[in-house]
């Protein structure tokens, strides 16, 4: 029903503004603001529920600028702090990832440098108890909720670790959690690192992935901008002067004559590294920028399928409320709703207060280095193969290899069981849906792959079962995953 009356408001602003535009003469300026008060005046009187002047005024925002392209919008005070959260690549927690079982939350990661860490907390763990509350039966997003909290602030963690049934507590305080972007893998001599997103912090975890390569003598790296839909541009552009050569990285071509065009650039005089780079329908945006700057530089190539092909870019705007806009133009007799404008214009500290909410903005458009406009183009792959597909629902890239120490018997659980039900999945053993329990039908199908494979037959997952998992799923990735295979073929030919 909530979401019946939030539609309803906002279609109501919608038309508001749609009559503001359509109906008004493009002179009648002076009487814009008098004919939407009075549309708004009619909804207040008249609608049948309890509406505020605000929630009009932000639907009437939203019908302006979502109407613009797919890339504009307008962001309320609550949207737009989820928005820059995401941006920034962190968040006030403990640092873990989880799982749900029946017990509760099963850890599945800990992140490095986490509160999580340093509190003692380890992958595996199944939390049981958050602050004495039992949260069997919780949903994941509830008992995520209940962990996080704000900085400074301490969380009680009840865990049972291993095959003990006693519940070890931990005192963690909450803190700044930075989330890596990077994953990265070794194959013989090649780097595969995949780059999620262009978040605030991407460029310095892609920096310590390289750290890795150099310490290793390795100059041939696999980037995989497969389904990354972009970001920060600057990201883009710190990480691309990694890889290019000398020239420009890139072009902002900003509409507005208020705007200088920005032109980034790589000083570099010769790249360490030759990189290939995956792509797919999906790569698309800061991906492109970074992308194209390797395929223009003639520093790497491309491996895949035909970007998306978003050659423009945004920026974010505070836009200021009736009042503030109404006090700010009194005092200095300007017309401005951007609180930015403000601050650069007359050094005024715009407060939160006055900002009734944030627009994300298409500006422009971005060239590549020799000068490509690809917005609806795309970029062309220098070697063309089609992207792998899921198998029996699983994404082989989605399997983490097997490395817990510790044997699981039958009914444990653990990441380590996730994976390997998936490898078993993919190669065609009978098995439900992957969780995390070694349940009797995961155990008869591990006792089949260990007859098959000549290992003893336990039922169980202990060490040497765990080898022979890892060995398939790397043998499955470059079977099923062509790109990468290929990438690596043609990296390896290079002397």
């Known amino acids: ?92 927690g403990i640092g873990v990832e989880i799982m749900q079982t029946s017990e509760g939350a099963l850890i599945t990661r800990v992140f490095d440098n986490s509160p999580a860490e340093s509190a003692g907390l380890l992958p595996d763990d199944i939390i049981v108890t958050v602050n004495g509350q039992d949260v069997k039966g919780l949903s994941t997003q509830d008992i995520a909720n209940l962990i996080k909290g704000e900085k400074g602030t301490i969380v009680e963690i009840g865990v049972i670790r291993g095959s003990s049934d006693e519940i070890i507590y931990f005192s963690v305080e909450r803190n700044v959690v930075n989330l890596s972007p990077v994953e990265w893998k070794i194959y013989d001599d090649v780097m595969y690192i ?16 390289l750290k890795e390569a150099d310490s290793r003598g390795i100059k ?32 902002l071509d900003f509409k507005s004559e208020e705007y200088q065009d ?21 790569t698309a945006s800061a991906s492109e920028i970074l992308a194209g700057a390797i395929q223009d530089s003639g520093d790497g190539f491309l491996v895949g399928t035909k970007t998306f092909g978003k050659g423009v870019f945004q920026n974010a705007y505070p836009i200021l409320n009736p009042e503030a806009y109404e006090k700010y133009k009194s005092l200095y007799g300007e017309s401005i709703v951007d609180g930015y404008e403000w601050m650069n214009k007359y050094n005024i500290r715009v407060m939160q207060s006055d900002i009734i909410g944030w627009v994300k903005i298409t500006t422009g458009h971005y060239l590549t280095r020799n000068g490509r406009m690809i917005d609806g183009v795309g970029l062309i792959p220098d070697f063309a193969v089609e992207d792998y597909s899921l198998i029996e629902g699983i994404d082989i890239n989605s399997i983490k290899e097997l490395g817990s120490d510790r044997t699981i018997e039958l009914n444990g659980v653990g990441n380590d069981v996730y994976s390997c039900e998936k490898i078993l999945k993919i190669k065609g053993y009978d098995i439900d849906t992957p969780d995390n329990i ?52 043609l990296l390896k030919l290079l002397n």
């Open 1 to 92: 029903m909530k979401k019946i009356e939030k539609f309803c408001v906002c279609f109501l602003s919608f038309i508001i503004v749609l009559s503001y535009i359509l109906v008004l003469p493009v002179n009648a300026a002076g009487e814009y603001s008098d004919y939407l008060d009075s549309v708004m005046n009619m909804v207040l009187e008249r609608y049948y529920r309890d509406v505020t002047r605000e929630k009009l005024l932000e639907g009437a925002l939203k019908g302006i600028f979502g109407g613009l392209d797919d890339y504009t919008v307008f962001y309320d005070m609550e949207e737009a702090e989820s928005f820059f959260t995401s941006m920034e690549g962190n968040y006030q």
């Open 194 to 209: 995949k780059l999620e997103s262009f978040s605030s912090n991407s460029a310095h975890y892609f920096g310590q992935a």
């Open 220 to 251: 041939k790296l696999v980037l995989d901008l497969r389904n990354n839909p972009g970001g920060e541009v600057s990201q883009a552009v710190n990480i691309a002067k990694f890889l290019v050569s000398k020239g420009i990285i890139t072009t």
């Open 262 to 282: 920005v032109v980034y650039r790589s000083h570099l005089e010769k790249p360490k590294y030759v990189t290939a780079v995956l792509v797919n329908g999906n």
């Open 438 to 489: 070694l349940d009797a039908k995961t155990s008869d199908a591990l006792k089949k792959y260990q007859a098959d494979k000549g290992i003893k037959v336990t039922g169980v997952l202990d060490g040497t079962t765990k080898n022979k998992l890892n060995e398939d799923l790397n043998n499955l990735r470059f079977t099923i995953d062509k790109p990468l295979a290929k990438a690596i073929e």
